[in-house]
């Protein structure tokens, strides 16, 4: 499966998701002011994989910084933290790999100097191993809940070149192959940025999953003929009560999905859930520039220059329009979720099974 981040001879390497399909272009990044200009562009797009690139940008941000004065080294690490953080607020996987890293450093403070460069560097690569085997978990628990033959939409791209590998929406359907199951997916292409006839698209035919794209507005059409059995979004953040931020258009697939008696499930691994939060309308929507939705490809003009654009880049499907919230834990029920932060809760207590 293909790696859309990655560590290689201590630097950053990123697929440039904005060339594909038409390109499959490796950059390697040295500077961590361009791993955060690469987040902002969208050459790396994605819950955790953003998350698992600004972990590694901080690595960069790091090897740079000289000085053998833990202290100093720690002050000057704070403006590249912050640079990441204000990259795509969203997305909350970012802020949690900074938790990660601030908390790496406050427990190793009597370590060096080098010490602590080389635990940044690792901790980068850490993430990324850890997100594909949480990927294999959400995808273990989901799958129990397609059967043969179903038929799966899917919104944006949750899939492989959103995170460490795997994905965390396409987990379900690629486990459900591996046990024999015949899925096939419909894919949103999801406008304006197009992730789901770009990337879900190109990297479910180079998985060789059975998939067809759809323009965003056949969704209901196609539900209402009974040719989607089920759907399965990722997520940018989720917070306490099962509220779910992700893709714009991900809420009115999951309206349809109510009308139409289609479970909406979405794949969440819990570094993406907002405990602090208690409901989605405190979630920060990304708005993105006005060019996105007037250009294609940022060249060609499909709109008359000037006209006024909204542009919000995400949206948030309340809990009550989720059937069930698939974790690296097990599935839940939105209104369990919080239940999750409590270390002493029984998993077994509030598991779901379909
Ligand atoms: O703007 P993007 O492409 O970063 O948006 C991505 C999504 O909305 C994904 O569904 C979400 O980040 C989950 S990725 C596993």
């Not at 791209?157 to 396409?170: E, K, Q, S, V």
């Not at 997520?235 to 349809?256: E, M, P, Q, W």
């Amino acid at each position: 499966m293909v790696r859309a981040i990655d560590w290689v001879n201590g630097k950053v390497r990123m697929l440039d998701q904005t060339r594909l399909p038409l390109e499959v272009r490796f950059v390697d990044i040295d500077d961590y002011k361009v791993v955060a200009e690469g987040i902002k562009k969208l050459w790396i797009r994605g819950a955790p994989a953003i998350g698992i690139a600004s972990a590694m940008g901080i690595a960069l941000a790091a090897i740079d910084i000289n000085t053998s004065d833990v202290e100093t080294f720690k002050k000057e690490l704070e403006p590249a933290i912050d640079t990441m953080i204000g990259t795509r607020p969203t997305a909350i996987n970012i802020r949690w790999a900074m938790d990660r890293i601030k908390m790496l450093m406050e427990s190793n403070s009597d370590r060096s100097v080098n010490e602590l460069k080389a635990m940044l560097i690792e901790e980068g690569q850490k993430i990324l191993n850890e997100d594909i085997e949480i990927n294999r978990s959400i995808g273990k628990w989901g799958a129990d809940f397609l059967k043969d033959g179903d038929t799966v939409l899917t919104h944006c791209n949750a899939g492989a070149l959103a995170t460490g590998g795997y994905g965390t929406a396409t987990a379900p359907i690629h486990v459900s192959i591996e046990q024999g199951k015949r899925i096939s997916v419909i894919a949103d292409e999801t406008r304006p940025v197009l992730q789901g006839a770009r990337l879900t698209a190109w990297e479910l035919m180079q998985a060789g999953v059975p998939v067809t794209l759809i323009t965003d507005n056949s969704a209901g059409a196609l539900m209402k003929k009974g040719y989607i059995d089920a759907v399965i979004v990722g997520t940018d953040r989720t917070v306490a009560n099962g509220d779910v931020a992700n893709k714009i258009g991900t809420y009115s697939v999951a309206v349809l999905c109510k009308e139409h008696s289609i479970p909406f499930y979405v794949a969440a691994p819990i570094s993406s859930i907002d405990f602090s939060l208690d409901n989605g309308e405190l979630i920060p929507i990304e708005e993105r520039d006005s060019s996105e939705v007037t250009l294609v490809s940022g060249e060609c003009r499909i709109a008359p220059e000037g006209v006024n654009v909204i542009n919000m880049a995400f949206d948030v499907t309340p809990a009550e329009y989720v059937t069930a919230i698939f974790t690296e834990k097990g599935a839940f029920r939105p209104s369990d979720l919080a239940k999750l932060a409590d270390e002493g809760t029984d998993l077994e207590k509030i598991r779901i099974s379909p």
